[in-house]
T-cell receptor, first 115, second 115 residues
Framework: ETGVTQSPTHLIKTRGQQVTLRCSSQSGHNTVSWYQQALGQGPQFIFQYYREEENGRGNFPPRFSGLQFPNYSSELNVNALELDDSALYLC??????????????FGEGSWLTVV | AQTVTQSQPEMSVQEAETVTLSCTYDTSENNYYLFWYKQPPSRQMILVIRQEAYKQQNATENRFSVNFQKAAKSFSLKISDSQLGDTAMYFCASTTNFGNEKLTFGTGTRLTIIP
């Protein structure tokens, strides 16, 4: 186990609805990244949060937004859900502090199905 | 921008044999990091091995080793004495900023170990 926990593990939403996914990072890690993995594809970088600020964003529309809290946990919010948003959403935590080891830890993901 | 290409969608090998998974990448950066991740049916990404581009020596972790050819931008993974538990999707990934990682993944290779 990596210490990165995600919730919920599975959920089904209707097109047009909004969803919030949650991630608790590995102890000592202040950076959280979110990835979208469509079926049969590799993960695609959505965005990253470092010390509560967005620190880079991939090619995703503004309806994908996020937050990072003082304890470094994070949320991914998706508004106006579309069928193509159906995917596994992975959270990864890491730390730029080289004393921590510079290892990226992934959670087990949240499966989102949009119908 | 970085790109990662895995040209083998599926591979299979007999238990105890050796298998090599291929990966090529493209980057304009001088310093970057390469990874192999394993994703079993549980969907959690597990780090198999990593390589810093400035290190000429190929990384090794027990039965797993890489062949890093920097000039050719090639980063293959060799699994020796393959075991049934090695059955999984394998993703090659790269980043230019270790500790503030925004990983770029390939499309993956599905590896099946045959008893």
């Amino acid at each position: 186990e990596t210490g990165v926990t995600q919730s919920p593990t599975h959920l089904i939403k209707t097109r047009g609805q909004q969803v919030t996914l949650r991630c608790s990072s590995q102890s000592g890690h202040n950076t959280v990244s979110w990835y979208q993995q469509a079926l049969g594809q590799g993960p695609q970088f959505i965005f990253q949060y470092y010390r509560e600020e967005e620190n880079g964003r991939g090619n995703f529309p503004p309806r994908f937004s996020g937050l990072q809290f003082p304890n470094y946990s994070s949320e991914l919010n998706v508004n106006a859900l579309e069928l193509d948003d159906s995917a596994l959403y992975l959270c990864a935590s890491s730390s730029p502090d080289r004393a921590v080891g510079n290892t990226i830890y992934f959670g087990e993901g949240s499966w989102l199905t949009v119908v | 921008a970085q790109t990662v290409t895995q040209s083998q969608p599926e591979m299979s090998v007999q238990e105890a044999e050796t298998v090599t998974l291929s990966c090529t990448y493209d980057t304009s950066e001088n310093n970057y990091y390469l990874f192999w991740y394993k994703q079993p049916p549980s969907r959690q990404m597990i780090l198999v091995i990593r390589q810093e581009a400035y290190k000429q020596q190929n990384a090794t972790e027990n039965r797993f080793s890489v062949n890093f050819q920097k000039a050719a931008k090639s980063f293959s993974l060799k699994i020796s004495d393959s075991q049934l538990g090695d059955t999984a999707m394998y993703f090659c990934a790269s980043t230019t900023n270790f500790g503030n990682e925004k990983l770029t993944f390939g499309t993956g290779t599905r590896l099946t170990i045959i008893p």
